[in-house]
């Protein structure tokens, strides 16, 4: 498992564990793997349940991806770019049906993320609202203004802006009008060229 993720990469797939319970759970931990099949880290320090399988990405071409989100919470975004496995972003994401944009992957998942969510909040007035929003557009494909670089790739791009269309949900929205994610769907393919976040190592 360790060679595995050395070689190509694991974006979100693993968890590292002792020899003595690599050695106990050997067959558990060879399912992590089979994602189709069960998708669920066996750990023995939590329950069979403690985490949502992860929800596999159809694609729909033109690097966006379709998720049958189950439910709303923190995911790891996960993909495979050229044969190597890579987290990509992390964030809030509704439950529904969602196109998310990907730029170049082969394979796309969200993994069940239970740590502390970063609302996409661009302008740091507190609240996930449409001026984060304009902070984004007025700063796309900019590296240097990286206000609203919510998955950390070093440029503002289309990822970046599904973040907030999901953080959005995770607020109250207010009053203000805001975009419809699928008037500037056509923009976003446009611009998803290969923006790759580096390896996290
Ligand atoms: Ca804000
Ligand atoms: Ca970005």
């Known amino acids: 498992m360790i060679i595995r993720s050395r070689e ?4 979100g797939h693993a968890i590292f564990y002792s020899k003595a319970v690599r050695d106990d759970y ?13 998708g669920r880290a066996l750990s023995p320090q939590f329950a069979a349940d403690h985490r949502l399988a992860p929800v596999l990405g159809t694609s729909r071409g033109s690097n966006r991806w379709r998720f049958d989100i189950p439910k ?3 995911y790891r975004l996960v993909a495979q770019v050229g044969g190597v496995w890579r987290e990509l972003s992390d964030g809030y994401f509704p439950a529904g049906v969602r196109d998310l944009t990907v730029p170049g992957a082969s394979r796309v998942e969200l993994l069940s993320d239970r740590r ?11 609240l996930v609202n449409a001026a984060d929003y304009t902070v984004w557009r007025d700063s796309l494909l900019s590296t240097a203004d990286l206000r609203a670089d919510g998955n950390d790739d070093g440029i503002v791009n289309a990822m970046d802006y599904d973040l907030w269309s999901g953080s959005y949900a995770f ?3 207010s009053s203000t009008t805001v975009p419809e994610p699928s008037a500037i769907t056509l923009l976003l393919t446009l611009l998803a060229g290969c923006q790759c976040r580096r390896p996290t190592g």
Do not use: K, S
């Open 171 to 173: 607020e109250p929205p």
């Open 116 to 126: 502390p969510i970063e609302p996409a909040d661009y302008n740091g007035d507190g």
């Open 8 to 11: 190509v990469g694991a974006g």
């Open 26 to 38: 050997r067959t558990q931990l060879t399912a992590f793997y089979d994602v189709a099949g069960q």
């Open 72 to 74: 709303g919470q923190g």
